[in-house]
Structure formats: C-alpha cells, structure tokens
C-alpha cells in the first residue's frame, strides 16, 4: 500500500489501456501503408509491457515508498503554492485576460526567490513580452480582458 513504484506503474498501466483503447479507434493501415492510428497502439502496447515489468520489479525487489519521495517542510510548501497559483490562473484567465492572470501565477512562483518589488516587476516583463510573442508575431489568440489585453 505504501509502495510509490506499484501505484505509478498501475497508474501508467491503466493509461496505457485508455491510450490503447483510443488509438483502436483510428484507421490502423491504409492503402499507402500505415495509418494514424499504427503508431499509437503500439506506443501504448510498449508502454504497458514496460510498466508491467516495472510493477514486478517493484513489487519483487526495488521499493520506493511515497515517505522517501514526497516533499516536506518548505519545498512541500511551495509546490502546494504552484499548484493552486496554476488553478487560480486556469480560474481566472477566461474573466481577466491573459496578461493579468499570467502576472498573478509569475508573481506567485517569484515570491520564494525575489522581494514582492522584483517579483511584480519580473512577472509584468516576462508576461508582456510572452504576450507581445505569441500575440503580435506567432499570431496565437489569447485570452484578452475588455482592455485589449
């Protein structure tokens, strides 16, 4: 029950079968040779194969347990901070826009390394040049505010 390696190769395995299962649903050959749906059955046979043979080396001889592998103290910390900066962003970005809910989740992961000052100024840089990118020369719509941006 404790054993991290067993619950990530079941995990990776019960992917496999989904992946596997999705891919049956694409043309597997067509007239010119193999078709989009060759490659991922095979990826997910691959894939399931391997992590039925990592479920038996870490049922057999390797043990990982979730005490040796999950973060504490500060570290655990920040990445419960990153993910819930993540879910405000996802939260947020459809009513604010882009820029503004890019500057909150920046300046969240910033906020462990700068003081606020440079975290805010560090974020509003980062995002506005990610926008001006993917807005202005990539041609990539992102989510705007009612002030363009």
């Avoid at 390696?5 to 995990?11: D, L, R």
């Avoid at 993540?86 to 604010?96: C, G, M, Q, R, S």
């Avoid at 100024?121 to 001006?132: D, G, K, N, P, Q």
């Amino acid at each position: 029950m404790k054993n991290a390696g067993a619950w990530m190769a079941c995990a990776l395995m019960a992917f496999a079968l989904v992946m596997g299962w999705q891919a049956l649903t694409l043309r597997y050959y067509t007239k010119f040779g193999p078709g989009p749906g060759f490659m991922p059955v095979w990826s997910s046979v691959l894939l399931f194969l391997l992590s039925a043979a990592y479920l038996w080396e870490s049922l057999r001889r390797d043990v990982i347990r979730f005490r040796d592998i999950l973060p504490e103290g500060k570290t655990l910390w920040r990445n419960v901070t990153i993910l819930l900066a993540v879910l405000v962003f996802i939260l947020i970005v459809p009513y604010t826009g882009f820029v503004a809910a890019g500057i909150v989740l920046l300046l969240a992961v910033f906020l462990f390394d700068f003081k606020w000052y440079a975290g805010l100024a560090l974020s509003v840089t980062i995002i506005l040049i990610f926008f001006y990118l993917f807005r202005t020369l990539l041609k990539v719509p992102l989510p705007v505010n009612a002030l363009g941006w």
